[in-house]
């Protein structure tokens, strides 16, 4: 198969056809020949494609060429759209055939009928009752989508409905009975997962992939895709995260309380007496639980001075948990089903309890408790690796030691791509010395002076990563009320909607942080200017990462220099990645960390990125955007 799919990437040839614009790269179609080796042989494969060497191209040809049945799985919706509306049209056409295809996301991007009827909110029906005045109104600007909509998707909502009310409305991984619902027929979850059942090719996300890597270790069985044989992990830098969210467990207070209240739905719907004393302790005792041990913000370990003052009161929360599924259990389907979903979460409290596992970490963050295993390798070897089925890794940015050791494909083999555009030519990284390090008291008034100087000379057209929400708030603040352009940040609407507005206004400024640094793809004029506070490394006192960390001392190795660093190497590469989408684009890349200077490990996030003139003087990026105006005036 592998000579077969060359021809399709070369000059003149199918995909040639198919695009106007096609330019045959040596890297598209070595990637491609070894994306179709590792279908064919059922084999593994950890490829690095450099941006622009149209990856989703290179892995979709082979794998629909093979004739078997695929699932990729990304990180972000951003991709699943590029991949539906332009590159499976594209190797439609390479084909000369059409390609079934479907994308399928977790249940709880679905509006749930069910839920709908026990709201009494069904067309036509009468007010629901909501828990908030606010959700109520929210809802009111559903209402007319919620009697429309022939897919049952949030996606196709304008603005961002509230945890709360969406809670209320979707499928729920935890609440869906599947078969058993007495709406299974016009349910939108089901109906999706009919398509896919058909599909030669699933998008789904790694979320879900997960889910059904899980579902089938458990049952031996079906899972939530259908039977596929082989999978394309796109975007694979973020698999190890989704692993660890997915293997782990959380308990919040929305959970415990929609649960409390399901189980009074079920009582009644089953003619039976609620046991309103436990939905009572499951509130009371949760919120107790809880709000002692939840931070203001962000992640704070579970250690065992912080639950002394509640463990006999978070033991007290796992009986009523399990005496829950006792009354439950025997009173019908439904109930059943609650009281299964009762002791998931004492399971889950328990092990966010157990601190003394090295193999994993428990944390509070506002609202919840969580755990999470530490090192996700020999889960992933025993259900997903060790499967006999093609799986193909593929990222802009995927560092193969990385892989290796976090992942646990230490056999796999590895290609990388270097990507095709002249940085040389067309980018400029400007690293200024005299800045304040973030830490430092007044750094972000300097910092904001720098970041709005800057989007004075590109004119707008800039995006601004931040390293945090606190560091996005504290720029926000200070810079846009200085700038005549448009000023969008992230929580303002729903990310792609966010996008849309910051790629329509041509002159407009966006500050984000976190999931902007990747899956941003902003062509042309509209980004011309890339801004990143600091360094991206990991929050000091991450649960997560300093349970990893002392994984890796434990071991007898250096948990800086083997996590952290590469870790924040490649999202410092991910957030150099958002400026060249094109080979037209053009731009500046400015880092404002003094770091990159008076650190020795400096030298090695400048060696990762693509070579560039770099300069210090914030003149040489004034000349470099006045050489634009030129340019394009002529």
Not at 346 to 374: F, K, M, N, Q, Y
Not at 509 to 533: C, H, K, M, N, Y
């Amino acid at each position: 198969m592998r000579n077969e799919v060359a021809p399709l990437f070369a000059a003149g040839g199918a995909l040639a056809s198919a695009l106007p614009h096609y330019e045959a790269r040596l890297g598209q179609t070595r990637l491609a020949a070894a994306v179709a080796e590792t279908i064919e042989s059922e084999g593994h494969l950890v490829a690095e494609a450099g941006t622009g060497t149209g990856k989703s191209l290179a892995y979709l040809l082979p794998a629909l060429a093979s004739g078997r049945r695929i699932v990729v799985a990304t990180a972000t919706k951003a991709l699943q759209e590029q991949l539906l509306l332009n590159d499976v049209p594209a190797a439609e056409a390479a084909l000369g055939r059409p390609v079934r295809c479907a994308v399928l996301k977790g249940r709880q991007n679905y509006l749930c009928r069910k839920s709908l009827k026990g709201l009494e909110i069904l067309p036509g029906a009468g007010p629901a009752l909501f828990r908030t005045a606010e959700d109520a109104s929210e809802f009111e600007r559903l209402r007319a989508w919620v009697d429309a909509t022939e897919s049952g998707d949030r996606a196709e909502l304008e603005f961002e409905p509230s945890p709360s009310l969406w809670g209320e409305l979707s499928v729920g991984g935890d609440r869906c009975t599947g078969r058993r619902c007495p709406v299974v027929g016009d349910c939108f979850s089901e109906r999706a997962r009919r398509v896919a059942s058909d599909a030669d090719l699933v998008i789904a996300n790694h979320a879900l992939y997960l889910a059904d890597v899980a579902i089938r270790s458990k049952t031996d069985g079906a899972g939530i895709l259908p039977d596929h044989d082989a999978v394309i992990f796109d975007e694979a830098h973020r698999l190890e995260d989704a692993a660890a969210a997915w293997f782990g467990g959380r308990v919040s207070l929305g959970r415990l309380r929609v649960l409390a209240r399901d189980a009074e739905r079920a009582c009644r719907e089953a003619a039976a007496e609620p046991p309103k004393r436990l939905f009572a302790e499951l509130d009371r005792i949760g919120s107790l639980v809880v709000g002692e041990l939840e931070p203001s913000s962000g992640r704070q370990r579970l250690t065992a001075g912080a639950l002394a003052p509640v463990i006999d009161a978070a033991l007290v929360l796992a009986d009523a948990l399990g005496e829950l599924a006792c009354v439950l259990r025997g009173l019908g389907e439904e109930p059943d089903a609650v009281a299964r979903r009762s002791l998931v979460v004492a399971d889950d409290l328990e092990a966010c309890l157990t601190i003394d596992d090295p193999d994993r970490v428990s944390w509070a963050e506002p609202g919840s408790l969580a755990w999470a295993p530490v090192d996700v390798a020999p889960i992933l070897r025993k259900e997903l690796w060790d499967r006999p089925m093609a799986a193909v890794l593929v990222s802009a940015t995927l560092d193969r030691n990385v892989v290796a050791c976090r992942l646990g494909l230490a056999d796999a083999p590895a290609l990388v791509v270097e990507s095709p555009f002249d940085y040389e030519a067309r980018t400029l990284l400007y690293a200024p010395r005299g800045l304040p390090e973030a830490r430092e008291p007044g750094a972000y008034d300097r910092i904001a002076e720098e970041v709005a100087a800057l989007c004075r000379l590109s004119r707008g057209r800039a995006l601004v990563l931040t390293s945090s929400y606190r560091a996005l708030d504290a720029l926000v603040d200070r810079v846009a009320r200085t700038l005549d352009f448009p000023v969008y940040c992230q929580g303002d609407a729903p990310r792609e909607r966010l996008l849309e507005r910051f790629r329509d206004e041509v002159d407009s400024v966006l500050f984000a942080t976190q999931t902007f640094w990747q899956g941003v793809d902003v062509r042309g004029e509209s980004l011309s200017l890339v801004v990143i506070d600091k360094l991206p490394f990991a929050a000091p006192g991450d649960p997560l990462t300093e349970a990893r960390c002392e994984r890796i001392a434990r071991d007898g190795r250096d948990w800086f220099a083997d996590y952290s660093l590469p870790a924040a190497v490649l999202q410092l590469r991910q957030g150099f990645g958002r400026l060249i989408r094109s080979h037209g684009d053009r731009g500046v890349v400015a880092i404002l960390d003094p770091r990159l200077h008076t650190r020795a490990y400096g030298r090695q996030f400048l060696a990762a990125l693509p070579p560039c003139p770099v300069v210090e003087d914030v003149r040489a990026v004034a000349a470099f955007f006045e050489e634009e105006v030129v340019r394009m005036s002529a």
